[in-house]
């Protein structure tokens, strides 16, 4: 079974200054996807940015941007120029490829403060 | 626009009743749908998949006769709290996967349970 860890229960960061989430993860599989979600203090769940296995180039979404080590099964996010939006929890979060596809295992969250 | 809609945002209801929860796909067809349920400050925990035409895949440890899954249409999923009681009081959180978009899952605003 494939397992997501984040370390970081709480990150802070200063506005404008640029945080990096950590996450590791698990499997025995050579192909899958994986994913940022941020969720707000409205709780409604929102992809930041996904990553696929097969892909060497680390994603980017404007001012987000991975560090995906497949080797070390490392999936890195790093927020740029943070905005007091970005504040929220953030869930790295696991697919396979094929068969049970769409099914997603989350790591435990990271709550992140934006600070003046 | 939110692609995926949930129906009540909130309910109250007294202990040994039911509740029902909506979970509807606004513009695209799913087959899947998923039911997580979250607990204050902690991640998202898969409950079931939902399988339109077929019984719910549920996980380990998830009572299906306390948590009745239908999947009545391709834009439809409902759970049913049955008999809830106050440990039951959570946040209910459906996703549907969008197949002409990697199967990307899109996520209902929630709902907050609460059973008195």
């Known amino acids: 079974a494939q397992t997501v860890t984040q370390s970081q229960p709480e990150m802070s960061v200063q506005e404008a200054e640029t945080v990096t989430l950590s996450c590791t993860y698990d499997t025995s599989e050579s192909d899958y996807y994986l994913f940022w979600y941020k969720q707000p203090p409205s709780r409604q769940m929102i992809l930041v940015i996904r990553q696929e296995a097969y892909k060497q180039q680390n994603a980017t979404e404007n001012r987000f941007s991975v560090n995906f080590q497949k080797a070390a099964k490392s999936f890195s996010l790093k927020i740029s120029d943070s905005q007091l939006g970005d504040a929220a929890m953030y869930f790295c979060?696991?697919?396979?490829?094929?068969?049970?596809?769409?099914?997603?295992?989350f790591g435990t969250g990271t709550r992140l403060q934006v600070t003046l | 626009g939110a692609v995926v809609s949930q129906h009540p945002s909130r309910v109250i209801c007294k202990s040994g009743t039911s509740v029902k929860i909506e979970c509807r796909s606004l513009d695209f067809q799913a087959t899947t749908m998923f039911w997580y349920r979250q607990f204050p400050k902690q991640s998202l925990m898969l409950m079931a998949t939902s399988n339109e035409g077929s019984k719910a895949t549920y996980e380990q440890g998830v009572e299906k006769d306390k948590f009745l899954i239908n999947h009545a249409s391709l834009t439809l999923s409902t759970l049913t709290v049955t008999s809830a009681h106050p440990e039951d009081s959570s946040f209910y959180i459906c996703?549907?996967?969008?197949?002409?978009?990697?199967?990307?899952?899109?996520f209902g605003p929630g709902t907050r349970l609460t059973v008195l």
């Open positions: 979060a696991y697919r396979g490829f094929t068969g049970t596809a769409s099914k997603l295992t």
């Open positions: 996703s549907a996967p969008r197949p002409e978009a990697y199967n990307e899952q899109f």
